[in-house]
């Protein structure tokens, strides 16, 4: 029961993000409400996507919570918006950290095993697009800067979905051109966005093709 339950938030999670990812730049008229709606199905079912211990589940739903509720409040006061970035950005990587380290030690490759894999691929992006949409923030509200993180084709940022889109390609190694690091900051989360999706890969693939082999030996 608990492990159809598991399977049911990972399929709701991942759901959440292919909206987000593949669908948002469709909705960009009305991306700012659709988007705080999807990152709240987001961090409420990244809070039960694991069989977390009862301490640890605590501290996510209260972190989830307090993310929720900055996230809400930006959408009426812009003010909270980089408080909303950082809540949530912190929330998701708690999330993707417990969800890859639960990847690699499990010892047999499940369908919920294959989920948590792409949850955590897709959490990584996701993560890159927090990154540099809060260096963006943090630019303009603190240091008064009049110059972009990050520019598309000439033109900057217009929203969120363009900090995924950019976080995705760079994720990818795609490297279309489109899309130019101008800030120290923005270069540093490029590289740093890159390299973690490599290495990802990379890593999981011979992880998982291990476990499979060993499955298959012990049966």
């Known amino acids: 029961m608990l492990q159809k339950t598991l399977t049911i938030n990972n399929i709701i999670l991942l759901s959440s993000l292919l909206i987000i990812i593949l669908f948002l730049p469709l909705l960009s008229a009305h991306d700012k409400e659709i988007r705080h709606f999807i990152i709240t199905a ?5 809070s039960f996507s694991l069989d977390f211990r009862p301490k640890a589940l605590i501290i996510l739903v209260g972190s989830g919570a307090v993310a929720i509720s900055l996230t809400w409040l930006s959408y009426f006061f812009d003010w909270f918006g980089l408080a909303a970035l950082l ?32 949850n955590g691929y897709l ?4 993560l890159g697009a927090l990154l540099i949409s809060m260096a963006e923030t943090i ?30 390609v760079t ?8 899309i130019i690091p101008i800030s120290p900051v ?23 093709v291990g476990k499979f ?3 298959e030996e012990k049966e």
Not at 42 to 46: M, N, P, Q
Not at 171 to 178: A, K
């Open 42 to 46: 987001i961090i409420v079912s990244g």
């Open 87 to 118: 809540s949530s950005f912190c929330f998701n990587g708690f999330i993707t950290v417990f969800m890859i380290r639960h990847v690699f030690k499990n010892k047999q490759v499940t369908g919920t095993i294959i989920l948590n894999s792409i």
């Open 123 to 126: 959490l990584l992006g996701l």
């Open 139 to 168: 630019e303009k509200l603190i240091f008064q800067s009049d110059i972009a993180a990050i520019t598309f084709s000439g033109s900057t940022a217009e929203g969120f979905h363009e900090y995924i889109y950019f976080s995705f």
């Open 171 to 178: 994720l990818t190694t795609l490297g279309y051109g489109d």
């Open 186 to 208: 923005a270069k540093s989360i490029t590289l740093v966005i890159a390299v973690t999706g490599q290495l990802y890969l990379t890593i999981l693939v011979a992880v998982l």
């Open 213 to 215: 082999l060993r499955q």
